[in-house]
DNA sequence: TTGAAAGCGCTAACAT
DNA sequence: ATGTTAGCGCTTTCAA
């Protein structure tokens, strides 16, 4: 542990109590320049900095917060955490990040969660979100679900809203003519794949598509591909794939053509969900609906900070809409995309 | 703050001291069984959990290690970060994740880093990389420069043996054939685009070849794609490029394919530098030297650990070897590539 | 083996 | 405006 200066010696440098010296690092506390200035050069000499461990233990607040995450590799997390570092950052906070136990034993994780005393919890789709939430609900520490939502009372959550964009997609798709479709799953557990899944196989339902072929792919590139090797290798294949994330539409996409010899979307279109940072790379042109990743920190945040800070003790629930961004990987429907802030984005 | 449960409450209950308590959690110290057993009930009865703040400012050392990242956008970065927080994880320490600031204000954050009276620092690629270390080892925390050098005495560094990554490049694309050589490179003040370009230009010397064309990526796809562009619209455009890393390699790739209607590896052949997984991705499948990113976090704990805890107290400077891993994007060698472990790599 | 007492570095009453 | 005192939750001598 290093900056072992500590605040008496500045005090003594200075020729002043150790409160001074405190109060010269408390924003409003009452102090006479002339004192402030020789703590500030004492300090600044000695190059002393108030431990905020020590800080902490008295205000009983650590201005952590906790960050759990699964999997980094599908590029909406890594953007997520970067923006959630920048934003608690800039408000005096800051990041603990915990990765999701791969072994699933969250109690270790929720131990150490705890014993770090941290101010507020963030969990961006773990598969155990609701275990730890409920848990973290429980010892009092205010938690926000990231991507994911939770029934329990007092967990707040930010999500996109997977229901209406599932709905576009269904009717973008039926527009440009399809009626034979698949669904690539994430987890079955995750309640962004159920909203993302139920919304479009209802909203199919309601124009009179009954059927929808449907494969796992676990929310990993790996489980996609064989997904899609199982959906587009059939006899009677859709001609048109909805896969639950970006991520693993990409290598929908890649085993489609590049296994399986078919044409994007001339053969079969394939959508996805989330407009990550691959989804625009013009070897994909994914057609998306986009998850404003910047939106859904800032409502996070405030969730968060909201509660920690006393300004409202109740949990808050958001869902923030995102555009149909119309690319090349699915049929273009004649009528309804038009063009927004130099985006094709689907307005029908 | 949660948790509130203090030593003093189980102890009570348990009808012991508060040094019993203690002592029940911390590990060697002497303690009967039978007491054990109480305090332990009396913990598991009311959620207690020892506050590691408390213990922190006690031990002088708060098991957290910052982590400063500049850009997630390179898939390279949240791999080292997931493998960085696991590996620490199961090593009892935590990671507080800081983003490298846009704004050059390297103080600001190392003040803050300070604060928080972190044990050790692990600096990933950020601009700010010698300013930082230098002052942190200056405060006396151990540091370790994880894809970037520093010649400062006493400052740890884990990187890819660059130089040999990149003269195998240039082996390796002389041998397809090549002789018109462009390079895009990264920022110029890194040490790690230094390496990758002087020993790249060196090797082609070596054979013959003096003239390479460069283009400046800066790391960003938007660079690399502008820098694409002016490389490869050119009359006399190269017929080989290397790139300072795959990030930059796929958006060039991107370009010269969708913009400049340039078939790869046909018209050019693109190399890059990491192996990322989007290398690895059909529509890509790029050729290029693996920086091991397992090792290097082995490597970088082990350096901060053994100095954290005392085992050794001289800075380590580490390079680790990649292999070159042989797909599709450039122009296959008739010798030299042997299948090794599932991949094609380059063993001339 | 156990408890009492001191103290980690700091801030927040309370005096002055 | 400043100093004195007490104490955040814990561990760690020191005695017993």
């Known amino acids: 542990m290093a900056g072992r200066i500590t605040s008496v010696e500045v005090a003594r440098r200075a020729g ?6 405190s ?16 703590v500030m050069d004492a300090a600044k000499a000695l190059g002393y900095r108030p431990n905020a461990i020590a800080r902490s233990l008295i205000a009983g607040r650590s201005r952590m917060i906790a960050v759990v995450v699964a999997y980094l590799e599908n590029q909406f997390y890594p953007d997520l955490l970067a923006r959630l570092a920048d934003e608690l950052q800039a408000r005096g906070y800051h990041l603990l990040l915990f990765t999701g136990p791969s072994d699933g034993n969250s109690d270790a994780l929720f131990a150490q969660i705890l014993a770090y005393q941290v101010d507020g919890i963030v ?6 979100s ?35 964009g599932a709905r576009a997609l269904a009717d973008f798709l039926l527009a440009a003519g399809h009626r034979r479709f698949g669904y690539v799953a994430g987890s079955a557990g995750s309640s962004t794949n159920q909203d993302r899944e139920t919304a ?14 449907r494969e796992d792919g ?46 994007v979307p001339e053969d079969v279109s394939i959508v996805g969900y989330d407009d990550v940072g691959p989804a625009r790379w013009p070897s994909y042109a994914l057609t998306s609906v986009e998850q404003p990743v910047g939106t859904m920190v800032d409502l996070a945040v405030a969730a968060l900070l909201d509660r920690i800070e006393g300004r409202e003790a109740a949990a ?24 927004v802030d130099g985006r094709d984005v689907w307005r029908p």
């Open 16 to 21: 002043v109590s150790r409160s001074a010296v």
């Open 23 to 38: 109060r010269c690092f408390t924003p409003g506390a009452s102090i006479a320049d002339d004192t402030r200035k020789r």
């Open 123 to 128: 969990l961006a789709s773990t598969s155990l």
């Open 130 to 164: 609701s275990a730890l939430a409920d848990e973290c609900n429980a010892a009092g520490i205010p938690v926000v679900l990231i991507n994911r939502t939770n029934d329990r009372a007092g967990v707040s959550s930010v999500t996109a809203d997977n229901r209406n």
């Open 200 to 213: 479009f196989r209802e909203r199919l339902a309601e124009r009179g598509v009954t059927e929808v072929l």
């Open 218 to 263: 676990l929310y990993s590139q790996a489980g996609a591909a064989e997904a899609a090797r199982r959906l587009l290798g059939r006899a009677d294949r859709p001609d048109a794939v909805f896969c639950a994330n970006d991520h693993m539409a990409i290598a929908v996409m890649d085993t489609a053509r590049h296994e399986l010899g078919l044409r």
């Open 316 to 339: 808050r629930i958001a869902r923030v809409p995102g555009e149909l961004v119309v690319r090349a990987s699915a049929r273009r429907p004649e009528h309804g995309v038009v063009r």
